[in-house]
């Protein structure tokens, strides 16, 4: 590890590996652990059937999926297939896999739809991976009792769902929105919890709006700088930034020595380690 030789780097695998293969998809997935990923950084809603689908979006986005028909989603029904609204089943339906993504030009295509947390789950069980999960729920107050559960319901089919495939010491939680964080203390206090920071927000001032110390700060890595690394990791966080894409910015996370970087290319980062 020539970059970073005095310290184990958390290698998250962002969407599974979003530059390679199509986002947060079980092939996404099964190539991360391949390719030697740490952790598999996924997204959360919920079904109609209260099932915990893997999604970076409640709905289904037309960026990345296709109708049933295998058809463009319209601009104006991009936010209209709800999948609070819908059950799993009708979810499996869009191909959320095949359709080019401008900003990921080399991504393979591969039908393929939004699974389960927990078909994710059993695959890593099948594959006897060590790996570990930094699951994001997405969550923002306009959302609730629409787009997804109250806090206090969505965090609880979060934790059950966690506990039932007996996940729990292989699990840290995430999100950007303040009430689920602190929803998640409340339910599970043993649960270490990541506080995202966007890249419009300030890292302290976040920090201050939270009731209590979170194990993981983790902001667009752009907020960061060496010293304030530094500082929050001698005041006991641990650093992980997103979402690095480049490697001469992992380059540079790495000489500030974070704790771990997701990134949609885990390819690149293991590269930089290993040569």
């Known amino acids: 590890m020539s970059c970073n030789p005095k310290k184990h780097v958390d290698i998250q695998g962002h969407r599974g590996c979003r530059g390679l293969l199509p986002e947060n998809s079980l092939p996404a997935f099964e190539k991360a652990i391949d390719l030697g990923v740490h952790t598999l950084e996924l997204d959360i809603a919920i079904t109609k059937d209260r099932k915990v689908v893997v999604s970076h979006e409640p709905f289904m986005s037309r960026t990345i999926c296709y109708d049933p028909e295998g058809n463009n989603i319209p601009e104006e029904m991009d936010m209209a297939y709800n999948l609070f609204e819908m059950t799993h089943d009708e979810i499996k339906r869009f191909d959320c896999g095949s359709k080019f993504h401008s900003k990921f030009s080399n991504q393979e295509k591969i039908k393929t739809y939004k699974p389960l947390l927990s078909e994710v789950f059993e695959l890593v069980k099948a594959k006897k991976a060590d790996v570990k999960f930094n699951i994001e729920i997405k969550s ?50 043993n649960m270490p919890v990541a506080l995202l920071i966007d890249e419009d927000e300030s890292i302290n001032t976040k920090l201050s709006q939270l009731s209590y110390k979170p194990e993981i700060i983790s902001p667009y890595f752009k907020l960061l700088s060496q010293e304030e690394t530094q500082k929050f990791q001698s005041e006991g966080y641990l650093i992980i930034p997103w979402t690095v894409n480049e490697s001469a910015d992992m380059k540079t996370m790495l000489s500030w020595k974070v704790d771990g970087i997701i990134t949609d290319y885990p390819d690149r980062l293991i590269a930089l380690l290993t040569n």
Do not use: A, R, W
């Not at 107050?141 to 729990?168: A, H, R, W």
């Open 140 to 189: 923002k107050p306009s959302y609730y009792g629409i787009y997804t559960p109250q806090p206090n319901d969505y965090v609880k089919i979060v934790i059950d769902e966690i506990n039932t495939y007996d996940m729990f010491e292989f699990v840290n939680l995430q999100s950007f929105d303040l009430n689920i964080l602190e929803e998640i203390k409340k339910q599970s206090p």
